[in-house]
């Protein structure tokens, strides 16, 4: 079963293709990689996906739904969260409040309730912390619920990140360079991480990365990008050992 | 654990406004507050009303609006139309009542209106368009002429003549003259339960689903709209009720006065900025701080009277000391550094 | 024939408007700063220009030339001694609300020397002005000399921005401090220097304003201060020829608006038409076009 769906996506920005004649299909549960040089148009593909961009040409299915002409909002609503290559957090709220800001959609109250604190604002409120810490604790930042997110250190807030997309309980997940400006360690422990968000949720996973280790470590298949047109997809091992690829990283 | 701490964070601040309205009526009752100071009273309450608005769009949604005196004014004219023109037909209680039902709703109606085209823009833009809007407002109500007789309402732009009022009618606002005859029904009593009603409308806000997310619209709209967050709808929800908070606080003001004017002094860009100086050396996004910053800020250079001509020049120097002392980079490490001091000495 | 007569008093309106709007968008494109105290540097020249024509000298040349000198000593002090120690600051209001304290500030101290009293300005324009079509169409010399300064201003601000090395260095402050500083550029004098020329210009606005309109009272910067800042805004803020758009239209509407339709709503209709250029291209006429990048 197909969860995602590209067909022959395209974009100029003036007279550049940021990207071009783009396809990808990706299964349920799968974890698959977009890697490529600087500016192969990698993030331009995220930000078509999650509609903060409109293609010129081509299809976006989300499974099955068509989502292509779709905003940011309803794409999210739709299925479909994300982190980004820079940071974005709520930086003066706290961690768990973080986090249930991506509850919001998922546990409803009216603004009178919410105002005057009557109705269903207690139990929901006490719904949506429970949920928010079941969150936190997979991500081992249940000890931090209370500290505001920028005073977080570098690797919990790429983690805090991934919660809080989470939270809006997507079917597909879109990780930016998650590991991006991590130290080895932490890498190895945001790739533990990945694997358990695999593990417990089941989740479908497409991420952005330039660490080869991270990436022939978890990915099972992939994509390479070049001047915004696919160079080669298929299988990890299959796509890295190719002459091209190995090119277009290497130079000559 | 976080939950109890703002619970108890929150009752603090009913407690300050609490505490504030006790001592102030009991040397009232005793006799040792002078007419002049009583006479101050409601309009450092409506102040605080006005700031507690403001901070909810500043602090809270992270829009800087100068213009917040016109929604004032639209809530002040608007229930003393009302007031006005019922005084004879309903009794004080729910007269009051219904003018502030009145005020807040025009006021929010004009927050939402205004809202809609300047919530696209961002930053000093959209900062520009509200003092442009405040202004607008201020003027076009010194420009009406309104009144009321047995055919009904008449209504011109020009002069009171225009108006073709029968001999029975009566002018209710009379272009730049304003609103003459409001009844005053506003005490420190009252005002104080508003500002009460406001602080909690405001607190309990920002502890909810729809709080959070104005608070995560502010600190980063893209990623808030990656998590499914309706940007537009939070921005126009928080500005709609920041708005209707400062009706409430012109409902108010013009109940505390028998003439009611335009005035840039009370209704101008002048005033919008003079709240923001409150909100911003109170806290940004620190409700208390707002509260506690207007009553003091509004009575010092009253106290200061005696001082006269000097009042005003030693309030701006306070002012701009007072900026750099919390805000400049450099104070801000010298604080630390003495704290830290301090802490390691007692340690 | 009375409509090409307001048509000329708006320009000339306008182009006081201009002068000041050209300081404010530069110290604003620079700084990245409002300087709400920009409009009481108007009325400081205005003061200066003034004690010094009717006690001291009495000549007007030297009047100019001391409100030219002392605003700008006035501009960099204030950007020294109060602006600059919040650069950096952690909200941008910080520095918008010492700003307005120092406009509190020249505004009551103006009042304390010279008080509340409207003090009457004597022209220091001396020139009578043309006449044309026998005598139909008269054009005050003030009307004259103000139009004509603000496009010397214009023209001498375009070359100084684009032709020295000063200029350019603005320039590249305006675009990125953090890189200008990296290519040996000092911000720090290049800040100074803008805020010289914007209250340098602020003291010239001020002695053609007063002697278009002359009466003199602590507070008759704000308003043309803010008028300005709309004009600035309305052209697209940090765009010099934006500014000098933004305010010739600025004073043509305003003059035009309160001949025709309604003293009392003039204003109302100056902002009405910001707000509407502003939902039409959300950065000025000439404003640059700025996207976040995701």
Known sequence: MKLLQVNNLSIAFGGLRAVDDFSLEIEKGELYGLIGPNGAGKTTVFNLLTGVYKPNEGIIRLDGEDITRKNTIEINHSGIARTFQNIRLFHQMSVIDNVKVGLTERF?????????????????????????????????LDSERDTLASNLPYGKQRKLEIARAMATSPKLLLLDEPAAGMNPNETAELMDTIALVRKEFGMTILLIEHDMKLVSGICEKLTVLNFGRVLKQGETKEVLSDPEVIKAYLGE | MAAKKRLRDNLITYGIVIALYLIMEILMKTGNLSSHLKGLLVPMTYYAIIAVALNLCVGILGELSIGHCGFMCIGAFSSAVFSKLTQNNIPTAPRFFLAFVIGIAFAALFGFLIGIPVLRLKGDYL??????????????????????????????????????????????????????????????????????????????????????????????????????????????????????????????????????????QYFGYNASIMILVYVVLGGIGNIRGSVIAAAILYLLPEMLRGLNTYRMLIYSIVLIVMMLFNWAPAAVQWRQKVAHKFIKRNA | ????????????????????????????????????????????????????????????????????????????????????????????????????????????????????????????????????????????????????????????????????????????????????????????????????IGSALAAIAGALLCSAYPSLSPYLGAMPGIKAFVAAVFGGIGSIPGAMIGGLVLGIVEILSRTYISSQLSDAIVFGILIVVLLVKPTGLLGKKIQEKV
């Open chain 1, 108 to 140: 409803k109250y009216s603004g009178i309730e919410g105002v005057l604190h009557v109705g269903r604002y207690r139990k929901m409120e006490k719904e949506m912390d429970e949920e928010a810490m079941k969150l936190l604790k997979v991500f081992d």
């Open chain 2, 127 to 264: 900062a520009i368009v509200t003092l442009a809007f405040g202004e607008i407002i201020k003027n076009v109500i010194n420009a009406i002429y309104f009144g009321v007789d047995s055919k009904g309402p008449h209504i011109s732009m020009n002069n009171v003549m225009e108006l073709g009022m029968e001999p029975d009618g009566q002018v209710v606002i009379n272009g730049a003259m304003g609103i003459t005859g409001t009844p005053r029904d506003a005490n420190f009593t009252i005002a104080i339960v508003v500002l009460l009603l406001s602080l909690f409308v405001v607190l309990n806000l920002m502890n909810s689903r729809d709080g959070r997310a104005i608070m995560a619209v502010r600190d980063n709209s893209i990623a808030a709209e990656s998590a499914g967050i309706n940007v537009t709808r939070y921005k126009m929800m928080a500005f709609t009720i920041s708005a209707a908070i400062a009706g409430a606080a012109g409902v108010l003001f013009s109940h505390n006065i028998t003439s009611l004017t335009a005035t840039s």
């Open chain 3, 1 to 196: 024939m009375s409509f090409l007569i307001y048509l000329i008093n708006g320009l000339s309106l306008g182009s006081i408007y201009a002068i000041i709007a050209l300081g404010y968008t530069m110290v604003y494109g620079i700084a990245k700063m409002l300087n709400f105290a920009h409009g009481d540097f108007i009325m400081v020249g205005c003061y200066v220009i003034f004690t010094i024509c009717s006690t001291l000298s009495g000549n007007t040349f030297v009047g100019i030339i001391a409100a030219i000198i002392l605003c700008t000593l006035l501009g960099v002090t204030t950007e020294k001694v109060a602006y600059k120690p919040l650069r950096g600051a952690a909200s941008p209001l910080a520095v918008l609300i010492t700003a307005i304290g120092v406009s509190y500030f020249l505004e009551n101290l103006a009042l304390l020397i010279f008080g509340a009293d409207i003090k009457s300005f004597s022209s220091v324009v001396s020139w009578q002005g043309l006449s044309f079509a026998g005598g139909d169409l008269k054009i005050q010399g003030v009307t004259i000399i103000t139009i004509l300064s603000s496009v010397v201003i214009l023209i001498v601000l375009q070359l100084f921005i684009h032709k020295t090395k000063e200029g350019q260095a603005m320039l590249a402050v305006a675009e990125d401090k953090g890189a200008a500083m990296l290519m040996g550029i000092n911000v720090n004098k290049t800040i100074s220097l803008t805020f010289a």
